[in-house]
Nanobody, 124 residues
Framework: QLQLVESGGGLVQPGGSLRLSCAVS????????IGWFRQAPGKEREGVSC????????KYVASVKGRFTISRDNAKNTVYLQMNSLKPEDTAVYYC?????????????????WGQGTQVTVSS
């Protein structure tokens, strides 16, 4: 059974850092592109970053470029999102999603498999 589980969220002050993890099971991770998305209250879910089947294929939306880094460890079946210099506007529930045999994309509609999300709150 395919399962994605996010962890690593929490409360952090502006300027702080968090590392989110997306642990996947029930699939061979190296065949899958993984996306990170977020949804703030009252807003639509938006793409944040994605990573293709190799670490060399990554994308970031403009609002997080230079602050967030996505990486994957296929041996551990885990994808990470390192988030630095966090801002209050980064506050949201963060989700990871998986899809096989697609290029890296931050379009939510391209993914069929989703985790339950982890809350990130940036506040002083």
């Amino acid at each position: 059974q395919l399962q994605l589980v996010e962890s690593g969220g929490g409360l952090v002050q502006p300027g702080g850092s968090l590392r989110l993890s997306c642990a996947v099971s029930g699939l061979l991770l190296h065949f899958y592109s993984i996306g990170w998305f977020r949804q703030a209250p009252g807003k639509e879910r938006e793409g944040v970053s994605c990573i293709g089947t190799s670490n060399s294929s990554t994308k970031y939306v403009a609002s997080v470029k230079g602050r967030f880094t996505i990486s994957r460890d296929n041996a551990k079946n885990t994808v990470y999102l390192q988030m630095n210099s966090l801002k209050p506007e980064d506050t949201a529930v963060y989700y990871c999603a998986a899809e096989a045999y697609i290029p890296c994309t931050v379009h939510p509609g391209s993914y069929d498999y989703w985790g339950q999300g982890t809350q990130v709150t940036v506040s002083s």
